[in-house]
């Protein structure tokens, strides 16, 4: 079984096997990494205002985020932050490439700073591991292996759990964990079946997920300029590269600040060579930056042979610029964004839309009063149930209803028929403008206008 997760037997794949250095921008990553794994292991038990900080549960179509409750009724507000979303990407990668592959996308800080970091502890750095994979099954190898698979599952069990109570909530997975199997026989099911998704990624996919898999990586081809700020290595300096020598003296001179070394491709997660180019499979994790840095200093070179460069600024020396496209992209973000954000601080919990019915005339009523007849959809987009009336702003006008609305179960809607009432003398038009208020726990939460139709005095 060993055998098998480690794959290590088969000709089909090169495994890669990344030194680790800590260098300056490493630790950056390292708390931004701690900072996101706190985030992501303790979200689903935030609250704001009694909601959870994240939910997305689309069983029972309902979403929340930093506490705001979204039904399907706000699809559009998905819709319309799914494209700021998707033109912030483009503008983030024309700007700064890939860096976020490398520093926030999750499947990078699950395999770099939890599972490699456990392997490196219980296996050694990189050079034992790829010994221990070419060695025979001894004792020590299937101890070794045993543990580390035994962790990796462990690991991979939190994180389905975590992810499974972004998606059910806290509650529903407290339930599944103290409760009977039998009364969660499909929660429990779901945290298996994403047990082993997790376990499968992190043991045997691994970098595939960011160089084959992962579509955004090809996507980046196409949106690069030789403006665009990228982790890369700066030829002009660096080449002729060669070994270092103390006989060189003064052909030393000759040669570039590369060492050839090789330490930019050890460290690798991925297992490019940077120095080849700007590559699809570059997460522009930094990695080869620390390490090059190293060098530099043992040599007494200055720093950032690999950095952050454009092609310009390798080739011509240019710094990176805000240039006309990025402002314009900038330009539609924000627009998108105030939007958005207007649509989202605007929305009521509450919505209710009214309607004459169509075709019907109106009737004369005892008592000097002239009657239409309405039918109103009233929407409750809060987590709680309500009890609704609805009444005219009018004092005058009297509402009887038909089906009366009731109460209205949270996230759902409910459609009410009613007779709007009123007295011949306020009628001085074929058509009068009206307005209703949705009342909720005796305040108002929204007032409509429709229009009521009667004959003229």
């Not at 043992?298 to 460069?309: A, D, E, M, V």
């Not at 074929?430 to 305040?443: A, F, G, N, V, Y």
Request: aromatic content about 12%.
């Amino acid at each position: 079984m060993l055998r098998l997760l480690e794959g290590k037997e088969t000709n089909e794949r090169k495994w890669v096997y990344p030194l680790i250095r800590k260098g300056v921008l490493y630790k950056w990553r390292s708390w931004i990494s701690y900072a996101y794994l706190i985030f992501f292991f303790t979200g689903p038990f935030i609250r704001i205002g009694g909601q959870p900080l994240l939910l997305l549960n689309v069983i029972e179509r309902q979403f929340v985020i930093l506490g705001q409750v979204f039904w399907p009724q706000d699809i559009f507000l998905f819709v319309l932050a799914t494209l700021v979303f998707i033109v912030c990407v483009v503008l983030f990668t024309i700007a700064f490439g890939r860096i976020f592959c490398g520093w926030i996308c999750p499947q990078t800080i699950f395999m770099e700073m939890v599972f490699r970091k456990v392997e490196e502890w219980i296996e050694g750095d990189a050079n034992k591991r790829k010994k221990l994979d070419a060695g025979p099954w001894t004792n020590e190898k299937r101890l070794k292996k045993s543990i580390k698979h035994v962790l990796f599952f462990g690991i991979s069990f939190l994180i389905a759990n975590t992810f499974l109570a972004y998606i059910t909530g806290s509650e529903n997975l407290i339930k599944i964990i103290t409760e009977p199997i039998s009364l969660h026989l499909v929660g429990f099911a779901s945290i298996i079946v994403f047990t082993i998704a997790f376990y499968l990624v992190y043991t045997l996919v691994r970098e595939l997920v960011c160089t084959v898999i992962c579509p955004y990586g090809r996507l980046q081809e196409v949106m690069l300029d030789k403006q665009t700020l990228v982790v890369a290595y700066n030829d002009v300096r660096g080449e002729p590269r060669g070994k270092l020598s103390r006989n060189d003296n003064d052909l030393l001179n000759l040669k570039g600040d590369c060492i050839d070394c090789g330490l930019c491709v050890s460290v690798c997660p991925t297992g490019i060579d940077i120095r080849k180019g700007t590559q699809m499979e570059c997460i522009n994790c930094t990695a080869c930056i620390d390490v090059c840095d190293e060098v530099m200093d043992k040599i007494h070179k200055p720093r950032r042979l690999i950095g952050f460069f454009s092609e310009n600024g390798i080739r011509n020396n240019e710094k990176l610029s805000f240039n006309g496209r990025m402002k314009g992209y900038s330009a539609v973000i924000i627009i998108m964004m105030s939007v958005l954000c207007y649509f989202i601080f605007s929305r009521s919990d509450m919505d209710m839309t009214v309607m004459r019915s169509a075709g019907m005339l109106y009737q004369e009523q005892p008592g000097g009063y002239i009657s239409n007849i309405y039918n109103a959809e009233v929407i409750n987009k809060s987590n709680h149930n309500k009890v609704i009336t609805i009444k005219a702003e009018d004092p005058s006008i009297k509402i009887k209803y038909i089906q009366a609305p009731g109460i209205i179960n949270k996230g759902s809607g409910v459609k009410t028929m009613f007779f709007i009432m009123m007295p011949t003398s306020k009628i001085l038009q074929p058509k009068t403008t009206i307005r209703l208020q949705l009342i909720s726990d005796r305040q108002l939460v929204q007032t409509v206008s429709t229009n009521f139709v009667g004959p003229i005095n």
